[in-house]
């Protein structure tokens, strides 16, 4: 069982910055794949970064470039850099975990999940 907390939303201005946490209240470095989705209103959840347990990471296309994925396995931890930020990168974040090395894209594909953190973008 792993449980995830995010933290580090807020409201910033667009081409500013957040950084987005998540803690893992289990060992995840060996044996969870991390990612993050988000979930703007009225809209599906989709996937903006995941991190496999050996470190290879993974971009939606709109993020690519602005966005960065890193994890920190003695602390439990992955972080979410967010820069350049654009409205339309507003919405809910989530941190979820899928067991194993094997990332995907598909947010059903993840068992376990966080309560989400609000990242509001003006313009």
């Known amino acids: 069982q792993v449980q995830l907390v995010e933290s580090g939303g807020g409201l910033v201005q667009a081409g500013g910055s957040l950084r987005l946490s998540c803690a893992a209240s289990?060992?995840?470095?060996?044996?969870?794949?991390v990612g993050w989705f988000r979930q703007a209103p009225r809209k599906e959840r989709e996937f903006v970064a995941a991190?496999?347990?050996?470190?290879?990471?993974y971009y939606a296309d709109s993020v690519t470039g602005r966005f960065t994925i890193s994890r920190d396995n003695a602390k439990n931890m992955v972080y979410l850099q967010m820069n350049s930020l654009k409205p339309e990168d507003s919405g809910v974040y989530y941190c979820?975990?899928?067991?194993?090395?094997?990332?995907?894209?598909?947010?059903?594909?993840?068992?376990?999940w966080g309560q989400g953190t609000q990242v509001t973008v003006s313009s």
């Open positions: 979820a975990a899928r067991p194993g090395n094997y990332y995907s894209r598909t947010y059903a594909e993840y068992g376990y």
């Open positions: 289990a060992r995840t470095s060996s044996r969870y794949v």
């Open positions: 991190v496999r347990s050996d470190g290879g990471t």
